[in-house]
């Protein structure tokens, strides 16, 4: 896709001049050495390696930056979410980094983005922190060993995750910084010590690059079935992508971040950064099996430090409690990454409010208007000041990783669904019964069912009942799943009060969505206010 920067094995090209060690794609062993030495982290009771990332346990979204320049400007969809900044700035924050550089030991993995060999993106990522230069080897595809010696790296992320800005001398917005140069192709990340700055970084370069040459990059897990059906699963945080996809019976490509080209589904990545807070080896053995092993990292897990056992339902460090770990780790993985053309798409999302269905298959217009609004909900006690139910759009799913606007992504779903006939769902893993607080969060083991009869065709010739609020396909009946929790309505004690609750959240898809209607149809546009 771009072509080379500096040849293997050769820092000078990126301006550094090092008088420390410089350690060159390392595996776990040393790494987990060099961490340990260090006092950056623990060995815990399985082998895995835990760590504290401070008072950063999550994305800093409002410290992100997007160099403004020439190349890219106009291809950037600009405002709250990809920023401006410029070139002086970006010039002194680098000027910083490579001067913290000088007299550290620093650890180097290059590193592949993309199973596809077409459309795969050589990185380099250099850090001072042998930690996160596991986790970028964890989360990344590693060139076989002979590769390595003519590796070129097409985008470099240099990571300083304790040197810390000065917003009042270097123009950001606190001490953290994650600011991308699409001209010099490099990204600059420092101040914090949450590795999945590391990885979405270099997940919105693969979503800026990759539609320029007809792919759509997707916030999303993917797996395939013994048929070659492959299903894609797009969702935010705490919907259950990752679990869902995680599926015995049908093999893992990916479990966050994929490619759709007129081959098929491919994945970006070589491993999975799975959420464990209150994870249960009952209902998720596969990650829960992770957490034991030597090469996973563990982040603000709680641990008893005399047995070094875990206690993943202790959230006192942060909710966000994190694992990554080679895709391998997972029993049924697809080796190769890659899966053909979608049968199945599914969209994943946690309604607090508990109106939307469990299950309800959309139309292509419907899947369109779906994608744009990419609703969840929060909960109470997941974030400061909220007490009830609070509706989350991210366009996407994923607004934060979207460098351009989404109506590209958006347009390209839509061809793509055209042209393949992929059917698509929309799956509640929320409430039912009523709101937080009052109702109960579906039950994982219905939603496996329900997930599976959709990929597995299994409601293919099932009747289907419209939502009255959302005009949603609703299946009349599903393998393993009572039918009474099919219809939400019918769930509620109180009728009108569901009807109550159900309008004022297709009030607020209404609202959020005026900001989408002139960059889509008429019929896409009409899609989510259906009424009977």
């Given at each position: 896709?771009?072509?080379?920067?500096?040849?293997?094995?050769?820092?000078?090209?990126?301006?550094?001049?090092?008088?420390?060690?410089?350690?060159?794609?390392?595996?776990?062993?040393?790494?987990?050495?060099?961490?340990?030495?260090?006092?950056?982290?623990?060995?815990?009771?399985?082998?895995?390696?835990?760590?504290?990332?401070?008072?950063?346990?999550?994305?800093?979204?409002?410290?992100?930056?997007?160099?403004?320049?020439?190349?890219?400007?106009?291809?950037?969809?600009?405002?709250?979410?990809?920023?401006?900044?410029?070139?002086?700035?970006?010039?002194?924050?680098?000027?910083?980094?490579?001067?913290?550089?000088?007299?550290?030991?620093?650890?180097?993995?290059?590193?592949?983005?993309?199973?596809?060999?077409?459309?795969?993106?050589?990185?380099?990522?250099?850090?001072?922190?042998?930690?996160?230069?596991?986790?970028?080897?964890?989360?990344?595809?590693?060139?076989?060993?002979?590769?390595?010696?003519?590796?070129?790296?097409?985008?470099?992320?240099?990571?300083?995750?304790?040197?810390?800005?000065?917003?009042?001398?270097?123009?950001?917005?606190?001490?953290?910084?994650?600011?991308?140069?699409?001209?010099?192709?490099?990204?600059?990340?420092?101040?914090?010590?949450?590795?999945?700055?590391?990885?979405?970084?270099?997940?919105?370069?693969?979503?800026?690059?990759?539609?320029?040459?007809?792919?759509?990059?997707?916030?999303?897990?993917?797996?395939?079935?013994?048929?070659?059906?492959?299903?894609?699963?797009?969702?935010?945080?705490?919907?259950?992508?990752?679990?869902?996809?995680?599926?015995?019976?049908?093999?893992?490509?990916?479990?966050?971040?994929?490619?759709?080209?007129?081959?098929?589904?491919?994945?970006?990545?070589?491993?999975?950064?799975?959420?464990?807070?209150?994870?249960?080896?009952?209902?998720?053995?596969?990650?829960?099996?992770?957490?034991?092993?030597?090469?996973?990292?563990?982040?603000?897990?709680?641990?008893?430090?005399?047995?070094?056992?875990?206690?993943?339902?202790?959230?006192?460090?942060?909710?966000?409690?994190?694992?990554?770990?080679?895709?391998?780790?997972?029993?049924?993985?697809?080796?190769?990454?890659?899966?053909?053309?979608?049968?199945?798409?599914?969209?994943?999302?946690?309604?607090?409010?508990?109106?939307?269905?469990?299950?309800?298959?959309?139309?292509?217009?419907?899947?369109?208007?779906?994608?744009?609004?990419?609703?969840?909900?929060?909960?109470?006690?997941?974030?400061?000041?909220?007490?009830?139910?609070?509706?989350?759009?991210?366009?996407?799913?994923?607004?934060?990783?979207?460098?351009?606007?989404?109506?590209?992504?958006?347009?390209?779903?839509?061809?793509?669904?055209?042209?393949?006939?992929?059917?698509?769902?929309?799956?509640?893993?929320?409430?039912?019964?009523?709101?937080?607080?009052?109702?109960?969060?579906?039950?994982?083991?219905?939603?496996?069912?329900?997930?599976r009869a959709a990929v597995e065709g299994k409601l293919a010739s099932v009747a289907r009942v419209q939502d009255p609020n959302f005009g949603l396909l609703i299946p009349d009946q599903v393998p393993e799943v009572p039918a009474d929790v099919l219809r939400p309505r019918e769930t509620w004690t109180d009728g009108k009060a569901y009807d109550s609750v159900a309008g004022d959240?297709?009030?607020?898809?209404?609202?959020?969505?005026?900001?989408?209607?002139?960059?889509?149809?008429?019929?896409?546009?009409?899609?989510?206010?259906?009424?009977?």
């Amino acid at each position: 896709m771009l072509a080379s920067q500096a040849s293997s094995k050769d820092l000078s090209a990126h301006g550094i001049v090092n008088s420390g060690s410089v350690h060159w794609n390392l595996g776990a062993e040393p790494l987990y050495e060099n961490t340990i030495a260090n006092g950056l982290g623990t060995i815990t009771a399985g082998g895995a390696l835990r760590v504290e990332t401070g008072k950063f346990t999550g994305r800093s979204p409002n410290d992100k930056f997007i160099v403004d320049e020439p190349s890219s400007t106009g291809d950037i969809w600009w405002g709250s979410v990809n920023r401006p900044t410029t070139l002086e700035i970006y010039e002194r924050l680098k000027a910083k980094i490579l001067a913290y550089y000088q007299s550290r030991d620093l650890f180097v993995q290059d590193l592949y983005a993309g199973a596809a060999v077409d459309h795969r993106l050589n990185v380099r990522v250099i850090s001072d922190s042998p930690w996160h230069a596991l986790f970028a080897r964890n989360m990344f595809i590693r060139p076989a060993r002979e590769d390595l010696a003519a590796f070129d790296p097409q985008f470099t992320v240099l990571h300083a995750p304790l040197l810390h800005a000065d917003p009042a001398v270097d123009g950001t917005n606190s001490e953290v910084f994650i600011v991308v140069n699409f001209a010099e192709r490099t990204v600059l990340v420092g101040g914090s010590r949450y590795a999945g700055e590391i990885k979405k970084s270099i997940f919105s370069i693969m979503n800026y690059l990759l539609p320029a040459h007809d792919v759509l990059p997707m916030h999303c897990s993917a797996n395939i079935g013994d048929a070659g059906d492959t299903a894609i699963f797009f969702g935010l945080s705490g919907t259950g992508k990752t679990t869902l996809s995680a599926d015995g019976t049908r093999r893992l490509i990916g479990d966050d971040e994929h490619g759709w080209s007129d081959q098929g589904v491919f994945n970006f990545e070589g491993g999975c950064y799975a959420k464990v807070i209150n994870l249960s080896e009952k209902m998720e053995p596969e990650i829960y099996a992770t957490t034991q092993r030597f090469g996973t990292i563990l982040e603000n897990v709680v641990y008893d430090e005399e047995t070094r056992g875990l206690d993943l339902d202790d959230g006192s460090l942060a909710e966000n409690t994190r694992a990554s770990y080679p895709i391998d780790f997972i029993p049924n993985i697809e080796p190769s990454g890659m899966g053909g053309q979608p049968t199945n798409i599914v969209m994943l999302t946690a309604d607090a409010f508990g109106v939307l269905p469990p299950i309800s298959e959309l139309t292509p217009e419907q899947a369109m208007y779906h994608f744009l609004s990419g609703y969840t909900a929060r909960v109470a006690g997941t974030e400061r000041g909220v007490t009830e139910p609070k509706a989350t759009f991210s366009t996407c799913f994923g607004a934060p990783f979207m460098p351009r606007h989404p109506s590209v992504y958006a347009k390209m779903l839509g061809e793509k669904m055209a042209k393949t006939g992929a059917k698509c769902w929309l799956v509640n893993t929320g409430w039912s019964g009523g709101s937080y607080g009052t109702g109960q969060r579906m039950r994982i083991d219905y939603t496996r069912a329900m997930v599976r009869a959709a990929v597995e065709g299994k409601l293919a010739s099932v009747a289907r009942v419209q939502d009255p609020n959302f005009g949603l396909l609703i299946p009349d009946q599903v393998p393993e799943v009572p039918a009474d929790v099919l219809r939400p309505r019918e769930t509620w004690t109180d009728g009108k009060a569901y009807d109550s609750v159900a309008g004022d959240l297709r009030g607020m898809f209404e609202d959020n969505f005026k900001q989408f209607e002139g960059h889509v149809t008429d019929d896409v546009k009409k899609a989510g206010i259906y009424a009977a």
